[in-house]
């Protein structure tokens, strides 16, 4: 009973510090939250919403007498479709000069400017044209828009001009005879696919591909769910392992103030007391999990995964976080080294552990086996095989890692208080 | 005098607590050298994304041509996966270990050059900014790749209505030369897009290089001035704590002296943090802070007016050592997040973006990015500047009006 003592103890004064509870709970909301409301949790539906950009268009395109249109001005209207009016707020400049400034005093995110000779470079059979799109380089969403856009207008043009180039070369080439009317007729036909697929892309649809997510047993329930499981994963495991060395570093603020020789007066064993604080460590942690996993799944809408392989991998988070804390801890003297030792301890095991970079795609593969020289890099592992919905056999080699690791970092932690407190 | 004693006092209090070193130099350090790492590392070599290209029948004439087109990408690079399994391309996506895969089925080419409709197969993750980069690449390179189609089927139809083919296999030979030459042509499209950036320095010819600390290096810096407060607004709580304060009062020094005092410890603190973490970013990271000295040093100034104001109220706020620590963090995780020091604000959602510049710190990052992004000049900063010397008076002004002495 005395070790449930002191575990309760212990647990009262942690619920009881709003410290201790804004760290727990609070924090690692607080940061998925900004980061969900940044990527999908504001734009309804979880979907992300893009911000417009505005654009300033310049059109110089002066197309000579032979020609009854201009090229310039069929691509000022396209970026001006009303559909295109949730991406781009277009607006036409005087000339290419103003067009830039705009751009050069933030009035603008990108500068169209459409180059003098782009008709008659367009459709002459050897032109050359480079329409220019002027931008700020601190942006990198909107710019890549509009340059998709502008490559889907300008691609259907150069394609006309590649199969006329095309028809023209292979038929000279067998001395079949080229005449204008076969050049025309064969601009018009691959002019209307062009057009044809151009209309289907505009509707969401591309005629020749199948988009699919990749596999996942547990589809995300919106597209900031699916997102934001790894990164709330990460914030987890950090907080966890804080929790786990703050529990511990309890043993040497009692040790400080004197609480703790009062206690080997009493007759208590040793292990008892270990074993109360290692009580209140693992209590304290499955509350903290728990709460955080329930919340995250309401809030942000995240599946966590198959209960029993959710119930293993948590497992395994909170013994490695006790055995953790413990080590740690048991390497220090006074608080007063707790709070520097704690933050690059951790800091540092998480950056290697990767539980700052879930959200970043396409690490490299040797960051993934880097990831796993640390408790951390284990459990995230774990989760992100829960998340993608795997079930205890799949899970099962992190999560005895995760306790195997857990329990010789709590053994050496043990040893050393114990030896300490000899 | 006083003021400055004061202030001084402060100052020893501080370096001498050996947290501050961690907090206010090591940290920022830290975490700018981790994230420039890992996002330098992962745009080692080729930067381009990732895209897994399966090929179920090798012999198909589309199938080069695909993998020339997607090769030709400036955002995504194509890596031919073997053994033509589409289930573990798929995995690699879920892993993100792929940015996308390309799954070609057998009869594609056969098919598409019989002006039939084959589908290829893309599986992306579009939840991901690489993923809808990765498909919007993809979408861009295989309409190219049907242009191209398009324009054999067109060239066999003009042979064939004026010569005629001797054969099926005369015709397909026709058809994949056409292909071949499309192909070839789309490599160099006759209209073309070009990209400038914009920015002074860019116009004069001078070479604006953004690496991956242009955004991590001032974030960093954003980020942490305000954490180190945990340690600068400590004093103030330390001093209320074991009634300095009150004690104080009994001496000849002012009420003002002594927020003055403490403020101007906090301003000092903040201004040399960030010049160190400056400093460091111009010589270890190569991020050109320097370019532009005295409009790098009204945002530092101001910046640092802003955050030594934020640090009293803190410590106007706080009634102990973990409050402080608790506020300082909060502090920094939601200045820092919303104001664009983890990431750009433009890749956010609207409505984050547009509350986001609400923030100070946003209008701090905008100062540092107009210098070493941006390659603008003094002029550039004096907005951002004076609405963080706003937001200083404001802060200060709440937190004289919550400070207390006992």
Redesign the interface.
Known sequence: MKVLDIALKDMLRSFR???AL??MF??PL??TG??Y????G??GDGG?????TRVQVVNLDQPGPQFSFSLGQMLVGFLQDERLAELLQVTEAADEANA?AA??SQDA?VAVIIPPDFTT??LAPE??????????????????IV??I???F??G???T???S???A???GQ?G??IDAS?MQE?AM??GA??EA?GRS?GEGA???????????KTE?VS??A??MGPIMAGMVIFFAFFTGASTAETIIREDEVGTLARLFTTPTPRAVILGGKFAAGFITLIAQVVVLMLASAVIFRIRWGEPLSVALVALGLVVAAVGFGLFIMSFLKST?QA??VM??VL??SG?VGGL??TG??????A?DTINLLTPHGWVLRGW?LVM?GGGVGDVLLPVLVTLGMGIIFFAVGALVFRRRFA | MRVIDLALKDLLQIVRD??SA??LG??PI?FTF?FGL??G??A?GDPR??VGFVIHDESDALSASSQTLLEASDAIRPVLLEGNDA?SA??S???????GAVIVPVGFGEQ?LAGE???????????????Q?A??A???A???L???V???R??AE??EA??GFESEAARRA?LD??LA??SE??LQ????????????AAEEGEE?S?NVYTQSSPGMIVQFVVFGLNTSAMVLVLERRSRTLQRLLTTPITRTQVIAGHVLAMFLVVFLQQALLVAFGQLAFGVDYMREPLAILLVMVTLALWVASLGLLIGAMSKSE??V??WA??AM??FS??GGAW??L????????AIGHLMPTAWAMDGF?NIV??G?GLSSVLLPAGILLAYAVAFFALAVWRFKFE
Not at chain 1, 37 to 40: C, H, I, Q, R, V
Not at chain 1, 360 to 365: E, K, M, Q, R, T
């Open positions: 510090s709003g410290f804004v760290m609070v924090v607080l940061i900004i980061i409301s940044a990527f999908g504001l734009g992300f919403d893009l911000p417009v830039r751009v050069d995110g470079a367009a032109g050359r044209a480079s329409i220019t799109l002027y931008q700020d380089p601190t942006l990198t969403l909107g710019p890549g340059k998709g502008v490559s889907q300008v691609d043009f150069a394609g001009r590649i199969a180039g095309v028809v070369d292979q038929l067998r079949v005879a076969l064969v036909q691959y696919w062009a697929l892309r591309h005629p020749a591909l199948d988009i699919q997510p990749p596999p996942s995300p597209q900031g699916g997102m007063r709070g520097p933050g690059t800091t540092l950056m700052f970079t970043i795609p396409n690490l490299p593969a960051y992100k993608a | 050996r947290r961690f907090f090591v940290m830290l981790f890992v996002f590392s992962s080692e994304l990732p289930d798929a995995e996506v879920r892993d993100g270990d792929l940015a598409a409709k084959p589908r290829l197969t893309v599986i992306v993750d579009q939840n991901t900014p690489a993923g980069t498909s919007s993809v979408q861009a295989m309409t190219r049907l242009g191209a398009e324009t054999a067109l060239s003009a042979f004026r010569e026709y030369e056409a030459l499309a042509a789309w499209p006759p209209l073309t897009v070009a990209v400038e950036q914009s920015g002074a604006i953004p973990d409050q620590i608790m963090l909060m995780f939601v997040a919303l990431f750009p433009d890749v956010t959602g609207k409505t984050f973006a990015q992004l941006r603008l």
